[in-house]
C-alpha cells in the first residue's frame, strides 16, 4: 500500500478518479490543496495544515463542509494505516463541481473534499543548488488568488521549475513584482549573514509557509536573531549561508547558489535540529 485516499465518506486504496470534464475544478481550475508530513508516526503542525485548508477554500469562494477538526482527526487515522516507519505525504483538497450565476463564477455549495496520504521518502543528500530564477515572478494579492494554496498558482511554479533544472539547478529563487526576493519554486528560503538569520517578509505574493513560521519560532526561542524584512537579490549572493523550509523536505541547507558553492552553517544546521526535535514531540499517542 503506497496510497489511500477519503473520499465520498470512505477510504478507498490508490488514486480513485474524481472529476469529470464538466465539473468546475476540472476546466476553471478552483481546486486548492494543502501539504502535511509524516514521519515515524510524527506529524507536526497537522492541525495548521487542517486549518489552512479551509481557510484556502474559502479564498476561493468555496464553502467547505468539513472543519479543521474533523480533517484533522481523518488525517491521524489515515496514517496509523501506514507502518510505524512510514514516511508520508498528508494532502487535503477541496473543489467545485460547479459554476455559480456568473460565467465562470463557482458555486460554493458544490464544494468537494478529499484526503490524500502517499508515501513520500524524506529528501536526502547534502542539500539543494539554487539559482535565480529569470522565467517567472510571485503574482500580488490583486492578480492572483496568492492568500491560498491553490493549485492554479502552481502551473507557474512548474514554468520556473523547468528553467532551473534546464540549466542544471534543483530548484530556484523567485522574485516579487518589485524585484525582491520571495521565496523559491516551491519552498521559503531562509539566510544567514553575520550571525542573523533573515527571511523575506511576507507581503501578500506568497505564502509563509508553516514549516517556515514554526523554524522561526524555534529559532528565536533558542536566542537566534531572525529577521523578517525585504531582501534584496544581492543579498544572496554574499550570504554565510542558505537555506530553506517547506513540507516536502522540511529545513534543508542550499550547498550552491549560482556559481558559488556553499557549506551547511551552523544556522541551518541549528534550524534542522531544532525543527526535528520538535517534530519528534509530535508524535501520535
Not at 479543521?68 to 507502518?83: S, V, Y
Request: aromatic share 8%; proline share 7%; glycine share 10%.
Amino acid at each position: 500500500m503506497d496510497t489511500i485516499t477519503y473520499w465520498n465518506d470512505r477510504w478507498h486504496d490508490g488514486s480513485p478518479a474524481v472529476l469529470g470534464p464538466r465539473d468546475h475544478a476540472f476546466w476553471l481550475g478552483s481546486m486548492v490543496f494543502d501539504g502535511g508530513r509524516s514521519f515515524d508516526l510524527c506529524a507536526p503542525d497537522l492541525d495548521q495544515h487542517a486549518a489552512r485548508a479551509v481557510r484556502s477554500a474559502r479564498a476561493l469562494g468555496l464553502e467547505p463542509r468539513q472543519t479543521p477538526e474533523q480533517i484533522l482527526a481523518l488525517m491521524h487515522e489515515g496514517i496509523r494505516r501506514f507502518g510505524p516507519k512510514a514516511e508520508l505525504y498528508v494532502r487535503p483538497m477541496f473543489w467545485a463541481t460547479k459554476g455559480g450565476h456568473g460565467p465562470i463564477s463557482v458555486d460554493a455549495e458544490s464544494c468537494q473534499f478529499l484526503l490524500c496520504i502517499y508515501v513520500s521518502p524524506m529528501p536526502t543528500g547534502p542539500g539543494l543548488a539554487l539559482g535565480l530564477c529569470r522565467s517567472i515572478r510571485r503574482p500580488t494579492p490583486e492578480s492572483a488568488p496568492t492568500d491560498a494554496k491553490a493549485s492554479c498558482l502552481y502551473p507557474n511554479s512548474a514554468r520556473g521549475v523547468a528553467e532551473m533544472l534546464k540549466r542544471g539547478f534543483q530548484n530556484g529563487i523567485v522574485l516579487d513584482a518589485l524585484g525582491n526576493v520571495a521565496e523559491t519554486c516551491s519552498s521559503n528560503i531562509f539566510l544567514a549573514i553575520d550571525g542573523v538569520v533573515a527571511t523575506p517578509v511576507p507581503n501578500g505574493s506568497f505564502l509563509a509557509g508553516i514549516t517556515r513560521n514554526r523554524t522561526v519560532a524555534l529559532l528565536r526561542e533558542a536566542g537566534v536573531t531572525v529577521e523578517e524584512r525585504t531582501i534584496a537579490p544581492h543579498e544572496l549572493d554574499t550570504a554565510d549561508e542558505l537555506f530553506t523550509t517547506g513540507n516536502a523536505g522540511k529545513v534543508q541547507p542550499v550547498i550552491r547558489y549560482e556559481g558559488r558553492d556553499l557549506q551547511p552553517g551552523p544556522l541551518g544546521r541549528k534550524a534542522q535540529a531544532l525543527y526535528m526535535a520538535y517534530a519528534q514531540s509530535q508524535r501520535l499517542a
